[in-house]
């Protein structure tokens, strides 16, 4: 027998103060279900309840509820009831007047009542408390009150609204279970919302992910888990080792530079992928042994297993001096005009390529009114440079001919070779004044730029490889002097849950099978 639809959101759109928080959600709901509505915080998920209980209304999209538009129908007249985080129990009523309030505002008969809160107290394991004030109650104690209110009035549907965070580690562990013994045995839809990843998995039936308004993948527990469909899925729902690969074909992937035989297919030939593989799907042997060797970064110690890192592929790294010298304006002769440059280095086998536009870029040079610091073109570049290193002056001059001298450094620069890695990265020294650094407004951009710092595939010298940046001067408040900045490529580490205990430093191989490597599409943005 197939399973009914009980909910049915239909492009369910909702705005506010023009921020877009809901981006026309689709989602089928099943009777008996428990779905969790997974993700951080302001991805949507308590609107979508909110406008479910009737709460808000969508500015677009309807709601079907067992066959019927509910859009019009006021809260207390949908067959569903809520518990929000802080429970709204009435604090000068006993338990049993809690639980009872919704049936007495139905005026139903006192011997039901009494019947119908023995009925609840013994579903939430609360008999004999019927007569304590719900204040002297534990907050797990309480919850389970509100819980017990919802359901004597025998709704469809019961939402939950993180009900589970007002709770300390160990009494949130203890009523997942409950709550989802209480479901099974009341045989209702729970609609749970929470962006905790083991409460989602503990307890749901089906799990929707759900980020910047949009869902991002439905499914069982064990299908979020094991077959994320993209990287923030992968990312989110526990720990992953997430890395860049291509898809070379059906069933052969291809990451770190090495081929792999996986169990996933029907990708285009070539097509770049993501691929999780989970900490405990890595075994840990004997370097010989491994698809992968690497050296152990990190060992701590969780209980049950060891939590290690392992650096499978070193970061290429070189590190250069910045001088940061004074400001060095020139101006002409009437007050009129300013320019500046730098000093700049370049290496030897660039110098083919180095014209007028490049000269300008590497010295930053530049002309402007003194008046108004309107830019003013740079109409003339006088130098002379040979083939060979050295150090040649080079002149920058504006239509008025207001003009600077700087030197162009020419030299043999050394790159750093990572062969491990297939990659290597260079950077040259260069100068800039502090007023330069601080007027970035992307520095870690401009820091490249002024480095001419690069990294490439020692296979493929046209493939380049990202770089990063790491200083330690405070760009704000930057003095005259000389730092280091370095660029770098970020290597490869694995996670690996292990109950096998291995020394810190340790070189070691890494091994796991082909249905172990998940392959997942690349996410567009």
Not at 12 to 24: A, P
Not at 82 to 87: A, E, G, L, N
Not at 136 to 143: E, P, V
Not at 302 to 328: A, C, F, L, S, W
Request: glycine letters at 6%; hydrophobic letters at 40%; one cysteine or more.
């Amino acid at each position: 027998m197939e399973d009914k639809k009980l909910i049915q959101f239909r492009n369910i759109v909702k705005e506010f103060d023009g921020q877009m928080v809901l981006k026309g959600i689709d989602l089928d709901i099943y009777e008996n279900e428990f779905v969790t509505l997974l993700g951080p915080s302001g991805c949507g998920k308590t609107t979508l309840l909110r406008i479910l209980g009737g709460f808000i209304e969508a500015d677009e999209g309807k709601i079907i509820f067992d066959g019927e538009d509910i859009g019009s129908v006021p809260p207390y007249k949908r067959e569903l009831n809520t518990v929000f985080q802080k429970y709204a129990l009435f604090p000068h009523m006993t338990v049993e007047q809690n639980i009872a309030f919704g049936l007495k505002i139905k005026k139903m008969g006192k011997d039901v009542i009494e019947q119908k809160v023995m009925k609840m107290l013994k579903l939430i394991g609360l008999e004999g408390f019927e007569d304590k004030n719900v204040t002297l109650l534990s907050g797990g104690q309480q919850q389970r009150v509100a819980i017990a209110r919802a359901l004597i009035n025998e709704p469809k549907v019961l939402l939950l609204d993180e009900p589970l965070a007002a709770l300390d580690l160990k009494l949130r562990k203890e009523m997942q279970y409950e709550l989802k013994r209480i479901q099974q045995e009341v045989g209702i839809t729970f609609i749970f919302v929470t962006h905790d990843q083991e409460e989602a998995l503990t307890m749901s039936d089906k799990i929707v992910v759900m980020n910047k308004g949009e869902i991002y993948q439905v499914g069982t527990p064990q299908d979020i888990y094991n077959e994320p469909e993209n990287r923030y899925v992968a990312d989110f729902i526990g720990e992953s080792n997430i890395l860049e690969g291509i898809m070379l074909d059906d069933y052969k992937v291809k990451f770190d530079d090495r081929e792999f035989e996986c169990v996933d297919f029907g990708f285009r030939e070539n097509e770049k992928v993501d691929i999780v593989i989970r900490p405990e799907d890595i075994d840990i042997v004997k370097p010989e042994e491994g698809k992968l060797t690497g050296t152990v970064e990190d060992i701590f110690f969780k209980g049950v297993y060891y939590d290690v890192t392992v650096e499978t592929v070193p970061g290429t790294k070189v590190t250069v001096n910045m001088h940061v010298i004074k400001e060095h304006d020139i101006t002409s002769e009437d007050g009129k005009e300013k320019i500046s440059a730098n000093d700049f280095y370049v290496d030897l086998k660039d110098m083919e390529d180095l014209d007028e536009k490049e000269i300008i870029a590497r010295a930053d040079a530049q002309a402007w009114d003194a008046e108004t610091d309107e830019y003013i073109s740079i109409t003339s570049i006088k130098y002379e440079l040979k083939n060979e290193l050295g150090a040649y002056p080079v002149v920058f001059s504006t239509a008025a001919g207001t003009s600077v001298e700087r030197m162009i450094h020419v030299i043999d620069q050394m790159y750093v070779i990572n062969e491990k890695a297939n990659e290597a990265v260079s950077a040259f020294n260069f100068y800039k004044t502090p007023e330069e650094i601080e007027e970035s407004v992307a520095l870690d951009t401009d820091l490249k730029t002024w480095a001419s710092a690069q990294g490439w595939k020692l296979s493929n010298e046209d493939e380049s490889v990202e770089i990063y940046v790491e200083y330690d001067f405070d760009p704000e408040n930057i003095m005259t002097g000389t730092y280091k900045v370095s660029f770098m490529t970020a290597g490869r580490e694995f996670r690996i849950n292990t109950t096998d205990y291995v020394e810190e430093g340790a070189e070691v191989g890494l091994t796991f099978y082909p249905e172990d490597i998940h392959v997942m599409r690349k996410m567009v943005y």
